[in-house]
């Protein structure tokens, strides 16, 4: 159900609501705590000729692969085990000419982003990727992937490379409030430039806390509330992968995704088990119970580890004492307008 503010939702509701066909999609997270559950939700509901943006593509851009709903992907890193003899889902897409990937440093992805994020247009980059293939081989971004300029100042040669700015973001956190800011620690990568850059922004989390909660670690907000459109709360959203304070990489699941990747037809038959065969992630996780039991589940659970309390207290915590009267020069409100409006000082 949506909640009254209308950004508490299923990850079914948030999918539908804010990806749609021919979107420019960035998966947020950074090869750990991946939003397995909303890359599902995308996937049952067949969304279709996406720009997928993946700073480290693992299982995540296989099954979205896989599942046909990927056109093009720009990238730093994507699995394709065993080379171009191996399998998966991007190596094969690759070789059958349904997918075209624009290859880029872990560098140049993020300063993509990093100028997204600040309302640049583009962002220079190091000069080295030059002498690489990266630079020379281009794809469907052509002449766009870099472009070399004068500096303004020095009039020495720069490399640049444009802005990006996807249409959404889908992202998996630890913890959020009702009202979308979302909390996130651990391996940062591009996970915050993703979500800023882009233009509508999904946040699945382990748990939605209180507003106080968020209040006392404010540092871990990566997201404001007024970024986000929805929120979707979903435990374990991030298996087979990790969420640090939440639970560990779960390695038998991903040997048997990465076995089954080997072959178009292991996907399939893996991908119609765990992903079409589970209409959300609480039967994800009741599959999983029932075929490996619970203390498999059990197992992977973070032993806590805590870090040690800041102290966020101020001497004073707001300039109006309960009469509505300002601290320091004891007037109200209408009293100062009205000095400043005597003054020529007020403007409307």
């Given at each position: 159900?949506?909640?009254?503010?209308?950004?508490?939702?299923?990850?079914?509701?948030?999918?539908s609501r804010f990806v749609h066909d021919g979107d420019q999609l960035v998966i947020g997270n950074y090869t750990v705590g991946s939003c397995a559950e909303l890359i599902y939700e995308v996937i049952r509901q067949q969304r279709?000729?996406?720009?997928?943006?993946?700073?480290?593509?693992?299982?995540?851009?296989?099954?979205?692969?896989?599942?046909g709903c990927v056109e093009r992907l720009v990238t730093a890193y994507v699995m394709r085990a065993g080379g171009k003899k191996g399998g998966s889902a991007a190596e094969r897409a690759l070789r059958a000419g349904t997918l075209q990937m624009e290859d880029l440093t872990n560098f140049d992805y993020n300063a993509r982003?990093?100028?997204?994020?600040?309302?640049?247009?583009?962002?220079?980059?190091?000069?080295?990727?030059?002498?690489?293939?990266?630079?020379?081989?281009?794809?469907?971004?052509?002449?766009?992937?870099?472009?070399v300029i004068e500096c303004p100042?020095?009039?020495?040669?720069?490399?640049?490379?444009?802005?990006?700015?996807?249409?959404v973001c889908i992202v998996h956190v630890?913890?959020?409030?009702?009202?979308?800011?979302?909390?996130?620690?651990?391996?940062?990568?591009?996970?915050?430039?993703?979500?800023?850059?882009?233009?509508r922004i999904v946040v699945s989390c382990e748990e939605v806390v209180e507003h106080e909660i968020i209040q006392s670690s404010p540092h871990l907000t990566i997201i404001p509330a007024y970024r986000v459109n929805a929120v979707v709360e979903v435990p374990w959203g991030a298996h087979p992968t990790e969420v640090?304070?939440?639970?560990?990489?779960d390695s038998a699941m991903y040997g048997l995704f990465t076995m089954a990747d080997a072959t178009g037809e292991g996907l399939k038959a893996w991908m119609?088990?765990?992903?079409?065969?589970?209409?959300?992630?609480?039967?994800?996780?009741?599959?999983?119970?029932?075929?490996?039991?619970?203390?498999?589940?059990?197992?992977?659970?973070?032993?806590?580890?805590?870090?040690?309390?800041?102290?966020?207290?101020?001497?004073?915590?707001?300039?109006?004492?309960?009469?509505?009267?300002?601290?320091?020069?004891?007037?109200?409100?209408?009293?100062?307008?009205?000095?400043?409006?005597?003054?020529?000082?007020?403007?409307?």
């Open positions: 159900m949506t909640s009254t503010n209308g950004k508490i939702m299923t990850a079914s509701e948030a999918i279709r000729g996406l720009t997928l943006y993946s700073q480290s593509g693992i299982f995540d851009v296989e099954v979205l692969i896989g599942a982003l990093v100028a997204g994020m600040h309302g640049m247009t583009f962002i220079s980059v190091l000069e080295a990727v030059m002498a690489t293939d990266l630079f020379r081989k281009r794809g469907f971004m052509g002449e766009d992937k870099y472009r100042y020095t009039g020495k040669k720069v490399v640049t490379v444009p802005a990006a700015n996807p249409d630890q913890r959020a409030d009702k009202f979308g800011n979302a909390q996130y620690w651990g391996a940062m990568g591009s996970v915050a430039a993703a979500a800023l850059a882009s233009k640090l304070g939440y639970y560990n990489f119609d088990e765990w992903v079409y065969g589970c209409e959300d992630r609480a039967a994800y996780i009741d599959r999983y119970i029932s075929k490996f039991g619970s203390s498999a589940l059990n197992s992977l659970k973070a032993k806590p580890l805590y870090s040690a309390p800041a102290n966020y207290g101020a001497a004073v915590y707001s300039r109006w004492d309960r009469d509505g009267r300002e601290i320091f020069t004891g007037l109200t409100l209408p009293e100062i307008e009205t000095i400043l409006g005597e003054r020529g000082l007020l403007y409307e």
